[in-house]
């Protein structure tokens, strides 16, 4: 998840397709609108550890738009893990 969120940050958009599943992923992401990420707060977490092969963060990530004012993305993202490695399935965005 942090690393997701970096991504988005930095505007890594070959990032976020690497960490994203195949079965739900885009064929591209365009970040070129993209709003200035500022932080990221990890709420809470569902499984994920080190025995399972899914889990659930849920997460408030903010922002300033491109008139600066102040936006919160709340989500919570369901995560899988294949080969060892973990990839963003999907997200349910809060109010």
Same mark, same amino acid.
């Given at each position: 998840m942090r690393s997701r969120f970096a991504a988005f940050r930095d505007g890594d958009a070959? +990032?976020?397709? %690497?960490? +994203?599943h195949p079965s739900t992923r885009p064929e591209s992401v365009d970040l070129h609108d993209n709003p200035r990420w500022r932080g990221l707060q990890i709420i809470d977490t569902q499984d994920g550890g080190v025995g399972d092969?899914? *889990?659930?963060?849920? /997460?408030?990530?903010?922002?300033?738009? *491109?008139? *600066?004012?102040?936006?919160?993305?709340?989500?919570?993202?369901? /995560?899988?893990?294949? %080969?060892?490695r973990w990839f963003y399935v999907d997200g349910v965005i809060s109010d």
């Open positions: 070959q +990032w976020l397709l %690497d960490t +994203w092969d899914t *889990g659930v963060v849920e /997460f408030r990530a903010t922002y300033l738009d *491109g008139d *600066g004012n102040l936006g919160v993305l709340h989500e919570r993202s369901r /995560f899988v893990r294949e %080969d060892g």
